[in-house]
């Protein structure tokens, strides 16, 4: 492999001009998408890196996007999906010629409403937000004049775009699921307050209640962490239900160790489900009925999204859902 290959090179591999190579590798018009998926992947095999200074110094971008990630997601308690999406957003980022720098948003920034320096120092083209956010730190990124898109949560700021899995369908199929095995007393575990992701999935859950003529039992709806995001002691309630649909892998987890610590054997005893299809849910005893989270298509989105942003500010993509799938393992029985 060369360490300088050029574009000629690259053009004289697929008997095409350098002018084509140049339109291809820098997204400009009059190249077609076929023609230019083979000359990017070329490049790539070859070798062949951009002179990104150069780049930036004649375009007037840095080809950097900023991911923010609160730091409640992204401690060792909660670090694992948040860390597998990020891998998934840089990698992406990279294949289109930009870098992911991380900014971790520290609890105290977040509260004093505190935007990162990478802004203020005009280090980024756009940012993604991984992770809910308060409601008056999105206020605050509103002011940011750069192209951002909400990943993994939306609010009530509909301007913003944002990326989600369809969490309402997925559990709403998931307590389906529970239903169809037999089961009538089923209970939800998750802050309803904390995010927007633990509040569609309980949307999910609860309209399959209606729909199964089930009531909605208050000591049913079990919280699992405190305002800040930190995971809590589960309270399990006084009777028992035969069921628990969790919010994610982590909280079904820790659910499993709670009811085996008291006596209880799952699924046995009762049966619990998770969500993510993180790797809590293979490492739990017995392994986990869960939602596979789309990630690659999640940050496929978010990352195109903003890029789009970037060339045409004024383009907008609303909010989008990407399918998750049940993945069926050990932790339900049948009644």
Do not use: W
Not at 16 to 33: I, Q, R
Not at 71 to 100: D, H, M, P, W
Not at 216 to 225: A, C, F, G, P
């Amino acid at each position: 492999m060369k360490n300088n290959v050029t574009m000629r090179d690259i053009a004289d591999k697929l008997g095409v001009s350098s002018v084509t190579v140049s339109k291809a590798l820098n997204d400009k018009e009059g190249v077609g998408e076929e023609l230019k998926l083979r000359i990017k992947a070329l490049a790539e095999e070859m070798g062949y890196r951009y002179n990104a200074m150069a780049k930036s110094m004649k375009e007037g971008l840095s080809y950097n996007i900023g991911v923010i990630i609160p730091e409640r997601f992204a401690g060792t308690e909660q670090s694992s999906f948040y860390l597998n999406v990020y891998k998934s957003i840089t990698r992406i980022l990279e294949n289109q010629g930009y870098y992911g720098i991380l900014h971790i948003l520290s609890l105290s920034d977040e509260k004093q409403l505190n935007l990162p320096r990478i802004y203020n120092e005009n280090k980024v083209d756009g940012f993604i937000i991984l992770g809910q956010v308060r409601k008056s730190y999105i206020e605050k990124i509103q002011q940011m004049e750069l192209p951002k898109v909400f990943l993994d949560f939306y609010d009530e700021h509909a301007e913003i775009d944002s990326v989600i899995t369809d969490n309402f369908y997925a559990a709403y199929e998931l307590t389906n699921y529970l239903f169809r095995n037999g089961h009538k007393e089923i209970a939800y575990v998750g802050n309803l307050y904390s995010t927007s992701s633990i509040q569609d999935r309980f949307l999910g859950y609860y309209k399959s209640l209606l729909e199964h003529n089930c009531i909605l039992k208050q000591e049913y709806v079990i919280n699992d962490r405190d305002e800040n995001g930190s995971y809590i002691d589960i309270e399990l309630p006084e009777t028992l239900p035969t069921a628990f649909v969790c919010n994610c892998d982590q909280v079904a987890h820790n659910l499993v160790q709670k009811l085996k610590e008291v006596g209880y054997k799952v699924p046995q005893d009762c049966s619990v489900v998770g969500f993510d299809n993180d790797i809590y849910a293979t490492i739990t005893d017995p392994s986990l009925t869960t939602v596979e989270v789309d990630i690659e298509q999640m940050a496929i989105n978010a990352v195109n999204f903003v890029l789009e942003k970037i060339k045409d500010q004024s383009k907008t993509f609303g909010r989008v859902l990407v399918k998750g799938k049940i993945i069926y393992r050990n932790s339900v029985s049948e009644i």
